[in-house]
Nanobody, 117 residues
Framework: QVQLVESGGRSVQPGGSLKLSCAASGLTFSEYALSWHRQAPGKERELVASISTGGRANYADAVKGRFTISRHNDKAMMDLQMNDLRPDDTAVYYC???????????WGSGTLVTVSS
């Protein structure tokens, strides 16, 4: 059974930092491209950052320079280090894994990040 489980979400003040983690099980982790997405209240889900099987990272303009995505194939985990958080970073953050060759896509159930003073 494939599972993606996010952790690390909580309330933080503007300017603060958080690290989100996504633990995977039941899949061949190294074959999957990984990404973080977020959905703010009343808005559509959006891509935040992605990392390829080879470790190449890409970021949405809104988080470039503040967020860092990383993957740890030996532990089947992915992280999102978030610095200089802003109120508009408030959202539920989801991890996603995609094995393009086999057209397999998995989602986690999300973790809530609230940025507020």
């Amino acid at each position: 059974q494939v599972q993606l489980v996010e952790s690390g979400g909580r309330s933080v003040q503007p300017g603060g930092s958080l690290k989100l983690s996504c633990a995977a099980s039941g899949l061949t982790f190294s074959e999957y491209a990984l990404s973080w997405h977020r959905q703010a209240p009343g808005k559509e889900r959006e891509l935040v950052a992605s990392i390829s099987t080879g470790g190449r990272a890409n970021y949405a303009d809104a988080v470039k320079g503040r967020f860092t995505i990383s993957r740890h194939n030996d532990k089947a985990m992915m992280d999102l280090q978030m610095n200089d958080l802003r109120p508009d970073d408030t959202a539920v953050y989801y991890c996603r894994a995609e094995w393009r060759k086999r057209r397999l896509v998995e989602w986690g159930s999300g973790t809530l990040v609230t940025v507020s003073s």
